[in-house]
């Protein structure tokens, strides 16, 4: 017998019952981000290799062992995107929507690919909402964008369980003079890093400060501080979003070991952390990467943004009993018709219905039954009301109108008056 074929691993169907939440969270914040004012872009999934190396860069863990990279049939080297920031500064440039210094604030939702190690939160086809603004640069729109994620997490429900952390990473010049002052404390006590730390201490040396083994972490105790070699430019930057956040009254933690795993950044840089989802507890990222256009062959131009995981925030919004009831009823009105002639006019009575209320959630009996069959069907579609069309009904031109949560008993209603009634039924309820 062959084998049952199944989705690659770490790569997951979204069933139909899934389907309701996904819907509800895309859109919120579409809707929220249409409030902002951005405007939508959507980007290919698949992208020139080239890209994402000169922008993510070589000596990322994204870059060196998570893309999925494969030749077409051309032989040209693609891969399928691990992020959102590359493919949206390439097509910014591509089209020239950032020209002549316009200000763009643009926002995609897609499937993002990593070949990680799948895990609760951790997937290797996941999804972001990401949100990217070109030529604003000043710590105003930094602001606007932790103060439209908190909103989001306050129409979501989920405030009390996400942390801002915080951090700047000062322009790419004062990051290298950082850096070298990083090696020389670590080279003197390369023996006592962990083998992952050696190797990026030649090549990344900053994510070392990121590192999660204890021992590296001691280490870094007495370590020289980012902090320290800012440059003013960005030590007013950062001070200038600080005080943004305090004035509207955004809760922080400056974190001097945030550095992200992407080397695009420069200036600000935040992750929303939770605790409730275990190890993969980032659920929203992002920062300034504001060489990254001219470093893509632009004008320079600066660019902030940040992306959040669809995946974690579902399974917060779950984790915290935080999914509307209302999102899982997905039928208003279930018709129910027994014998040929009430079917014939049923399905006209459902049509004339669908003119008149546009909207309506009306599922209409398919594959006959008796009424207790029907009824049951209308019972677990979720449906706040059966419409039930028999042999009297159709002489005497009216729908038997049955609540089916309790509210109130069956009663016929004329076909003339049937719209307006149920229109006035679903408004209550
Ligand atoms: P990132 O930190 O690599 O940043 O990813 C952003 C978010 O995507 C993470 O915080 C997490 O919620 C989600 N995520 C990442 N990897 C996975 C995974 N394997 N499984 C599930 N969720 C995942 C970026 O991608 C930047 N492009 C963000 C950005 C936009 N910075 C500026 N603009």
């Known amino acids: 017998m062959s084998k049952t074929l199944q989705a690659i691993r770490g790569m997951n169907d979204i069933l139909p019952d899934q389907s309701p939440l996904w819907r509800y969270f895309e859109g919120t914040v579409a809707s929220l981000l249409d409030g902002y004012g951005y405007r939508q872009i959507r980007m290919p999934i698949v992208e020139a290799t080239e890209l994402f190396k000169r922008s993510i860069g070589e000596v990322t863990d994204i870059v060196e062992k998570e893309m999925y990279t494969f030749d077409d049939r051309n032989g040209d080297s693609l891969t399928l995107r691990p992020e959102g920031t590359a493919s949206c500064v390439r097509a910014v440039l591509e089209h020239g929507l950032s020209n002549n210094g316009q200000v763009q604030k643009l926002w995609y939702i897609g499937p993002m690919f990593r070949h990680e190690r799948p895990q609760k939160g951790r997937y290797r086809q996941f999804h972001q909402i990401g949100v990217e603004v070109f030529n604003l640069a000043g710590p105003d729109i930094d602001a606007e964008l932790i103060l439209l994620t908190w909103r989001l997490w306050g129409v979501l429900g989920i405030r009390d369980a996400v942390t801002l952390e915080l951090n700047s990473l000062g322009t790419s010049e004062a990051r290298a003079t950082y850096r070298n002052a990083l090696v020389d404390y670590l080279a003197v006590r390369g023996e006592q890093l962990d083998e992952d730390s050696k190797r990026r201490l030649a090549t990344n040396p ?16 007495d370590a020289p501080k980012l902090a320290n070699y800012l440059d003013d430019e960005s030590q007013v930057h950062f001070d200038g979003l600080k005080a943004r956040l305090d004035a509207a009254g955004i809760p922080y933690v400056i974190n001097t070991k945030l550095v992200r795993g992407l080397d695009y ?54 984790t915290l009993q935080q999914v509307p009831e209302a999102i899982n009823r997905q039928v208003d009105v279930y018709l129910c018709a027994l014998g040929e002639a009430a079917e014939l006019e049923g399905l006209a009575l459902a049509e004339r219905l669908r003119d008149q ?3 309506l959630r009306l599922q209409v009996n398919a594959g006959a039954g008796n009424f207790k069959t029907q009824l049951k069907k209308a019972d677990k579609s979720g449906a706040l009301y059966a419409l039930v069309m028999g042999e009297d009904e159709l002489v005497q031109q009216v729908i038997g109108f049955k609540p089916l949560r309790g509210q109130g008993e069956q009663d016929n209603i004329a076909w003339a008056g049937l719209s307006q009634h149920l229109a006035a039924c679903l408004k209550q309820a």
């Open 265 to 318: 950044y420069s200036k600000t840089v935040f992750e929303w952390v939770t605790d409730q989802l275990g190890a993969q507890g980032t659920v929203c990222a992002g920062g300034r990467y504001d060489g990254l256009v001219e470093q893509m062959g632009g004008k320079p131009t600066t660019g902030v943004g940040f992306a959040m995981g669809i995946e974690r925030l579902i399974l917060l919004l779950e």
């Open 357 to 359: 209320l546009p909207g």
């Open 206 to 221: 900053l994510r070392i400060l990121d590192s999660k083994v204890p021992e590296t972490q001691a280490l870094l105790v």
